[in-house]
């Protein structure tokens, strides 16, 4: 049975034009949903009672549920658990300009990446859209606060589970729904080439942010097993072409890797990699991990000045819960263990 928080506005028209009703029903339900943040059917109380029976029939709205919550200062971190009882994680920052979530999109990820708690946590299946969105409303409830900003970066990498994430997208954008707007949700990809030509295609233009952490294929290869079936040269490819059709600047994440990624060799690289186009560089601390040998860069700073004499546009990410186990994946692993 689905969940109707799986059902993007137009899916519920379409459904509530198969049973011979109104596709304004769609509206109606939307607004319990995500308005009067009520999910329980038999109280949609502008609804006659023969269609929330319906509704009930074929729709459960089974919520996922707060496991344990981890708090350091401006940062909380959430482990959910799954009605299959899988876990997940999202993490909630405060800003000056708001609150911003980085939510999960798949139970572990199957990408591998050398420096990445979730990748030493093999893919058990993708997070369906209604999995995400509730990441959002149980953080939002449980703090009684609204979050304005959506990172997709938490574990699993979003374009292998490509259709969900987009249901996901198109249900927290949408003005009756969690109404979040496109330019505040980022998706992060390691590189899923293919997909980055059919994100371009969306009409909704979303922020993109690609995982890069290196700017040669030898380096990446070692660090990321993705590159040997998409090479920088392909994902370049594909940038210039989401550039092309979006005029949207992109984000190229770069982890700091103590004495890996982080010469000015390194940093020269990147930047004749990039000069010249709509992106600028996000420098990330690492937040090291028991389980993995990398160490945080000690070299960030000047890493950074190489950039900007070379005329790139970066920044150098703000920290948030390092000491709570927030890199993706750290407080799943910790429980999956025990």
Known sequence: MNNLLNM????LEDY???IGEKKYKALQVYEWL??????????????????????????????ITIEKKESEDLTKKYLFKLTDNNYIEAVLMHHDYGNSICVSSEVGCNMACKFCESGRQKKVRNLEAYEIVEQILMVEKDLNIRISSVVIMGIGEPLDNYDNIIKFIKIINDAKGIAIGARHITLSTCGLVPKIYELANLPIQINLAISLHAPNDKLRNELMPVNKVYNIEQIMAALDHYLQLTSRRVTIEYVMLNNVNDSKSCALELAKLIKGKNMYVNLIPYNETNHLEFKRSTKIKAFYDTL??????????REFGQ????????????????
Request: with cysteine.
């Open 8 to 11: 993007t506005r137009e899916e």
């Open 16 to 18: 509530f034009l198969k």
């Open 308 to 317: 900007k004499k070379e005329g790139i546009n970066c920044t150098i990410r």
């Open 323 to 338: 000491n709570i186990k927030a890199a993706c994946g750290q407080l799943r692993g910790t429980v999956n263990e025990k």
């Open 34 to 63: 995500y308005q009067k943040r009520e999910f329980n059917i038999a109280n949609f109380s502008n609804i006659k009672k023969e269609i929330r029976d319906k509704l009930e029939q074929d729709f459960t709205t089974d919520f």
